[in-house]
Every structure is written in structure tokens, then in C-alpha cells.
């Protein structure tokens, strides 16, 4: 959703703190059903609970308005069993990793494209590792894009 007055940049950051809130909550499904995992889901959830707070920060400090994380989200598929809360945890990973790209592509500072490009590559990452547990190929050509 499109706020008023901003520039692509500033939407992108937007955008990206909108993904890091849905991901802290799409995180509490995770948790719910991915027993094996939870040090795992606790270190991905607590990372991003950091970059949701960075951003925040850096909205603030660029005089933006950070919007506030909504009720509730939906997530695109039902999640009963820990193959279902792997594949959502890299759904989250992967959304992240889409909205990040998007700051790196429209970024005017240096210092937020340099934080978009770590908070991209850390999605990938996490990403990589949650593929690797449901037993497929690691890596993406691109990660961000469809």
C-alpha cells in the first residue's frame, strides 16, 4: 500500500518494515509446529524482530512515519506439521528477501542500500537453510525475485 508523500525509497523502506512485521508474526506460527527446529526459529524470529526495530529506527531518523504492525496476517497455506512451518518459515524468508531487493533498487543513501543489501542477503541465507531442511537444493539464482 502506497503512503502519501513518499518517494520510492522511503515506500520501499516502508514496505520492507510492513514484510519484517508479518514475518515476526508468521514466525509465531512457525514456532507453534516446528518443534525440531526451535533454536533455529527462535535465532530467525529474533533477527527479525532486529531489522524490524532498525527500521523503524531509520524511519524515524529519514522523518517517515513507521506504520504499525497490523492485527493479524494471513498466511498462504495452512500450517499442521513441521514440513508446513518450514515451508512457511521460507515463504517469510523469501517475502523478505523480495521486499529488501526493493529497497536495494530504490535506496538514495548509501548507508540504507548497505542495509538492505545485509538484510537480503541474511533472508537468503536463512532461506537457503530452511530449503536444506525440507531436503531441497539450497540456493536461488536471484534471491528477491520470483
Known amino acids: 500500500m502506497s503512503t502519501p508523500g513518499l518517494g520510492p525509497g ?27 527446529w526451535a533454536d533455529a526459529v527462535a535465532e530467525d524470529t529474533a533477527a527479525h ?9 531509520a524511519l524515524h531518523a529519514a522523518s517517515v512515519e513507521p506504520p504499525v504492525a497490523a492485527p493479524g496476517y494471513t498466511v498462504p497455506f495452512p ?34 542500500r548497505g542495509a538492505a543489501i545485509t538484510a537480503l542477503t541474511e533472508a537468503a541465507l536463512r532461506a537457503a537453510r530452511w530449503r536444506v531442511r525440507l531436503g531441497a537444493p539450497p540456493s536461488l539464482p536471484f534471491p528477491g525475485q520470483p
Open 10 to 36: 522511503q515506500q520501499s523502506l516502508v514496505d520492507a518494515l510492513a514484510a519484517e512485521h508479518a514475518a515476526v508474526f508468521g514466525y509465531g506460527i512457525v514456532a507453534a509446529f516446528a518443534d525440531p
Open 49 to 57: 524482530r532486529a531489522r524490524r526495530d532498525a527500521t523503524i529506527e
Open 79 to 112: 500450517v499442521t506439521d513441521p514440513d508446513s512451518a518450514a515451508r512457511l518459515a521460507e515463504q517469510i524468508e523469501n517475502d523478505t528477501a523480495v521486499a529488501w531487493r526493493s529497497v536495494v533498487e530504490r535506496a538514495h543513501s548509501e548507508s540504507t
